[in-house]
């Protein structure tokens, strides 16, 4: 699952879906950012009351991200809501923060380091229950000094880990675990993949993406710019692990071991145009009626994913890996 922000509410979505699929069992679970607190909240609420619980638990923390943005400056303004632009384009307070960003860092204009992620992860995560999960765990963050991800599993889990995860640079703090600073784990893995055929039995992986690969349009302006170059950090680290994948997958196929391993895992991916097309300001709206539409859009992807691909499962691949070969 990867980050991305508001935009992990289309993740809660599709696992609001997929979690009504009785036959499909999970036995891991990566996660990155946003998609690294929907898999802690699902797992709770899988350990606390099974699938029921897992999609309670779910839409009880977007319900509460909505509730603490509540008194946010970060809202539409007027016009965009008139014209339904879920964006915060307009907004003079998001103007003024990203300009700010690009000026001061963090340690100057929030010098305690303050992030309301802490109280709403310590009220929906029961860390225990995820130590104690069959269901492996693993959250990827960045290690500031040396550039490497760091993959943390679930007796490692804590409040700490989920906000390195999450830990955008412009504007937080890094994140200090076990004497090392972290960031965003979307620059190291976005999400990391290997894990997950390493110390995993299944042979099936859905990545749910929700940062566009590909662009029509070559960007102009300075924010489309600074949103492409953001998208383009971030699925980096994916795509190089999917491009391993594809060719591991032919070294094993001309015979030889050492590629037999990636080469079982099928890989499968859940996307949408609806997320893709929005601007990158949207990540940070945090509106309700916005979560409720992207969750929607996240059932619906999961839905026509589930009747197109159910028969694949335990087959087949879906996602076409040989075509990163030749991009490489």
């Given at each position: 699952m990867q980050g991305g922000g508001s935009h992990g509410a289309f993740t809660w979505g599709v696992l609001d879906r997929l979690l009504e699929e009785g036959w499909l069992k999970l036995d891991g679970i990566s996660g990155t950012s946003a998609g690294a607190m929907n898999a802690a909240v699902m797992l709770t609420g899988l350990e606390r009351g099974g699938r029921d619980g897992a999609r309670e638990a779910l839409a009880a923390f977007w319900r509460g991200v909505a509730d603490a943005a509540l008194l946010s400056p970060l809202r539409r303004g007027p016009l965009d809501i008139l014209t339904g632009q879920w964006a915060l384009d307009n907004s003079p307070m998001f103007l003024m923060l990203d300009l700010a960003a690009r000026v001061w860092s963090p340690y100057d204009f929030n010098p305690r380091g303050s992030n309301p992620l802490g109280a709403l992860l310590e009220s929906h995560v029961d860390f225990e229950r995820l130590a104690a999960s069959e269901v492996k765990l693993f959250v990827t963050a960045t290690n500031v000094r040396t550039g490497r991800g760091r993959v943390f599993v679930n007796a490692e889990l804590r409040p700490e880990v989920?906000?390195?995860?999450?830990?955008?640079?412009?504007?937080?703090?890094?994140?200090?675990?076990?004497?090392?600073?972290?960031?965003?784990?979307?620059?190291?893995?976005?999400?990391?993949i290997t894990p997950l055929v390493r110390h995993c039995r299944?042979?099936?992986?859905?990545?749910?993406?929700?940062?566009?690969?590909?662009?029509?349009?070559?960007?102009?302006?300075?924010?489309?710019?600074?949103?492409?170059?953001?998208?383009?950090?971030?699925?980096?680290?994916?795509?190089?692990?999917?491009?391993?994948?594809a060719i591991l997958r032919q070294v094993a196929d001309a015979g030889q071991s050492e590629g037999r391993q990636w080469a079982r895992m099928r890989i499968h991916?859940?996307?949408?145009?609806?997320?893709?097309?929005?601007?990158?300001?949207s990540k940070m709206l945090a509106e309700w009626r916005f979560f409720e539409r992207l969750r929607d859009e996240g059932r619906a992807a999961a839905g026509a994913f589930i009747a197109a691909h159910a028969d694949d499962l335990g087959k087949r691949s879906t996602f076409d890996l040989d075509a990163l070969i030749g991009e490489a």
């Open positions: 989920l906000m390195a995860s999450a830990c955008l640079p412009s504007l937080f703090h890094a994140v200090e675990i076990d004497g090392e600073s972290y960031w965003d784990g979307g620059y190291a893995g976005n999400p990391t299944s042979e099936d992986t859905i990545l749910v993406q929700i940062n566009p690969v590909a662009r029509d349009d070559v960007p102009r302006d300075a924010r489309a710019i600074h949103n492409r170059i953001n998208e383009l950090s971030f699925n980096a680290p994916l795509l190089k692990e999917l491009r391993m994948i991916r859940i996307g949408t145009d609806a997320v893709d097309n929005l601007g990158a300001s």
